[in-house]
């Protein structure tokens, strides 16, 4: 612990490094620039270290995420973990740290559902089949009718039909 620091500050700081770092991973640029310029200049949020590989590979992370905000970075801990724990090898390559951090899954292909025939492509089930008749909804004045909710539809019977 710094001297000078009580340990309620500590653990503040440490949660918001966490918070950063959680936010990075989610895809915020503001995120990693601000975790690089911490390492950088050695900030209180980093207890006062200066970490240039550290603040270097946060702002290729900050720069790509500004150049495309739809990144994420699930494997983030592994390749860029906080301290004190050590950095792992990096070549240099700014595409090869985006990459691992990105750590693309494949995802298996999508199962076809019963009700798509084999043919791979999504069917609505039965249950959902849609009317083949236009039928009239009558509204009462007097009712109200929110116009801030989903609205759906529904089949009913007319007065008089059983």
């Given at each position: 612990?710094t001297?000078?620091?009580?340990a309620?500050q500590?653990?503040?700081?440490?949660?918001?490094?966490g918070?950063f770092?959680a936010g990075?991973?989610l895809?915020s640029?503001?995120?990693?620039n601000?975790?690089?310029?911490?390492?950088y200049?050695g900030?209180?949020l980093?207890?006062?270290?200066v970490d240039l590989a550290?603040?270097?590979?946060?702002?290729?992370?900050?720069d790509?995420?500004?150049?495309?905000p739809?990144?994420r970075?699930?494997s983030l801990d592994e390749?860029?973990?906080?301290p004190?724990?050590?950095?792992p090898?990096?070549?240099?390559?700014?595409?090869?740290?985006?990459d691992?951090?990105?750590?693309?899954?494949?995802?298996?292909?999508?199962?076809?559902?019963?009700?798509?025939g084999g043919t791979?492509r999504a069917?609505?089930?039965?249950?959902?089949e849609?009317?083949?008749?236009?039928?009239r909804v009558?509204?009462?004045a007097?009712?109200?009718?929110?116009?801030t909710?989903?609205?759906?539809?529904r089949?009913y019977?007319?007065?008089?039909?059983?």
């Amino acid at each position: 612990m710094t001297q000078g620091r009580d340990a309620k500050q500590q653990d503040d700081y440490s949660r918001a490094l966490g918070t950063f770092q959680a936010g990075a991973r989610l895809g915020s640029e503001k995120s990693a620039n601000s975790l690089a310029v911490a390492f950088y200049f050695g900030r209180p949020l980093v207890d006062l270290h200066v970490d240039l590989a550290r603040a270097e590979r946060y702002s290729v992370l900050g720069d790509a995420l500004w150049r495309n905000p739809d990144l994420r970075f699930p494997s983030l801990d592994e390749v860029l973990p906080l301290p004190p724990a050590q950095l792992p090898q990096w070549n240099g390559d700014r595409q090869t740290l985006i990459d691992a951090a990105e750590a693309l899954v494949v995802q298996p292909a999508a199962r076809p559902m019963p009700s798509s025939g084999g043919t791979g492509r999504a069917r609505l089930p039965l249950s959902h089949e849609l009317l083949t008749e236009i039928r009239r909804v009558d509204v009462e004045a007097k009712s109200h009718i929110s116009r801030t909710n989903y609205w759906q539809s529904r089949s009913y019977q007319q007065k008089g039909q059983a």
